[in-house]
Each structure stands twice: as C-alpha cells, then as structure tokens.
C-alpha cells in the first residue's frame, strides 16, 4: 500500500481545491473513455491548469444529497449494518490519486459504503439486473468504487442505490486488484503527460462542450482567417451535418404524425421497440402577473399532444 494521507476538508471550496491536485474516484473514468460526464481532453487541460472545478448543483443533485443520509439508514436497517459519514477526503500523494467517500460500514464488517439516488427510467437503461437482482452497475460507477477501494486500501464496498424512490439495490464489490493496477498505470501516464506537456487528442463528442464553451470561448474581432483545405472541408461537413439534422426533423415530425393517426385517442403505445406515452397536455392559462395588473396572465400555453417514446433496453 502507498503511503495515505486523511484531510479533513474545512469547508466546500477547501474540499473542491484538495480534488484539484488529484484524479478522484469521479474523474478516473475518463481515462478510459468511459464518462458520460467528462472527456481525457478536457480532464487534461483542468489538471494541467490546477483548476478548481465548481460543479453547478441541479435539483436531483440537490435530493440526492438530502436522501443520501436516509438511503445509508435504510440500507443499514435491511442488513443489519452499523454505518456513519466519512467525509474526509483520502489521498495517495505518489499516486496524485484521491476521493471522497459517502460512508463508513463499521460493523459487522468494515466496508465502503457508496450511495446514489437512481431515477426509475435511468436505471432500467443503464444499470444491468439478473435474476430480479442487480448485478452490474453503469462502468463510471464500477470504476468510481473500485477506485475508492484503491485509495481506502478497504478490501469491500456495498453499492447502494434508492430506485425511484421507493426500491433499493444492493451490490457487493470487492477490490479487483487488476482494475486497480489499470487505474494505477493510467494515472501514471496522465500525470507523466502533464509533466511532459502533451495533450491527448481530444473526442470532439466527449470533449465539444469544453471547447466550445471554455478552451476557444472568446473571439477577437479583429481578427479574419482565410480557411485552410482541412477547414474547408470541416465546414462542408457541418453544412452536411445541419442539412441532415433538418431532414431529419422533417421525418421525425411526419412518423409521429403518422403514429398518432393509427393510434388514434390511446394514451399509451407498448410495442416491442419500447413505449409511447401519447397523452393530452390540457391548455394552460399561463401564470397570474403582480397585483398591479390584476387579470393578467403571462405565458399561456395552448394544449397539444405528448409524445414521449421510452425505446426498450436490448439485452
């Protein structure tokens, strides 16, 4: 085991500064191109500029942590577990390796305890079940534990997850010492890439928004290019691409039309390439204004036609 250090964070932006200087358990999935969330590129370019990454909190994140504490007590009450918080942020300086961790089984073993708060539809897509049971969570997820168990140097973790807010999962993990050596080798060459200045090459799906929105944000007005052949030719292929997206749309909008006139007045489609929801959305007379204008409503909507298609998990 490398040598491991135990910060406690004294307050968020302390906690959000110690992740800056390591990969963490929600990061280290990117170098396997396995985020959903985050591309090599883009983690390069935050771990070479020791940036602190403010991550705008949305309302499912915000519920998720309020249930989190909850979901521990309720898993804690089925197995018989004595569980608390560990909050303290675990690092291994040779590695640049660290994580955060939900909580703490203390009894009748000592195991991680990871926590997530899981929308019905999300895990019928991305989570894996046999037999009526969880057996596979999504691969960002496996790896953020495997990674705990890395930086922890506990040998078990329970993964815990509350589905639709009234059915719980339970998976066990034990530290799989090859993915552990993957991680291993990977944050090595990252960090020796950083050292060496050498940027991956970025995934132009996984890394767009960063570039568009952080890397190449601002434009000088000043300045003209005259495009280059391989500029040209991207720019042929976003002419193409715009022109396909149209095309598109237009066939979208004519099979739903044709799906509604075989369906008629049903609310709900069940096929085997999954379920429509087709229900009618009542006129709405949109929302009352201030006092001084009494009578007044803003943002009124007519009714229409939902058309919400939920394709079928492949096997």
């Not at 009618?280 to 229409?304: F, M």
Request: glycine share 6%; charged share 25%; hydrophobic share 40%.
């Amino acid at each position: 085991m490398f040598d491991q250090q135990t910060i406690q964070p004294e307050s968020h932006q302390h906690w959000l500064e110690l992740r800056a200087q390591d990969l963490t358990s929600t990061e280290v999935s990117a170098l396997f191109g396995l985020s959903p969330y985050l591309g090599a590129f883009e983690l390069w370019h935050r771990k070479a500029n020791k940036q602190v990454v403010r991550i705008e909190e949305t309302e499912r994140m915000r519920w998720g942590n309020r249930l989190e504490a909850s979901i521990a007590q309720g898993a804690a009450e089925e197995r018989g577990w004595t569980v608390q918080p560990h909050k303290a942020y675990v690092r291994l300086p040779a590695l640049r390796i660290g994580s955060s961790f939900d909580f703490l089984i203390t009894a009748p073993t000592k195991a991680l305890l990871e926590v997530k708060n899981v929308d019905g539809g999300v895990y019928a897509r991305d989570w894996i079940e046999r037999d009526g049971a969880a057996a596979e969570a999504p691969e960002h997820i496996e790896l953020q534990v495997q990674h705990q168990l890395l930086v922890s140097d506990l040998p078990e973790a329970y993964l815990v997850a509350l589905v639709g807010g009234n059915t719980l999962k339970i998976l066990h993990r034990k530290r799989d010492d090859q993915v552990c050596a993957a991680i291993r080798a990977k944050a090595a060459a990252f960090w020796a890439s950083i050292e060496a200045g050498v940027e991956p090459a970025p995934d132009f799906r996984a890394d767009g928004a960063y570039i568009r929105n952080v890397l190449r944000r601002h434009a000088d007005v000043d300045i003209v290019l005259h495009a280059d052949i391989e500029t040209d030719q991207l720019l042929q292929r976003y002419r193409n691409a715009s022109a396909a997206v149209s095309e598109a749309e237009e066939l979208r909008d004519a099979i739903k039309a044709e799906v509604l006139l075989r369906v008629g007045s049903a609310a709900k489609v069940v096929g085997s390439a999954g379920t429509l929801s087709c229900g009618e959305v009542p006129d709405s007379p949109g929302k009352l204004v201030t006092p001084d204008l009494v009578g007044q409503y803003i943002n009124a909507r007519k009714g229409y036609r939902s058309f919400r298609f939920t394709p079928r998990k492949e096997k």
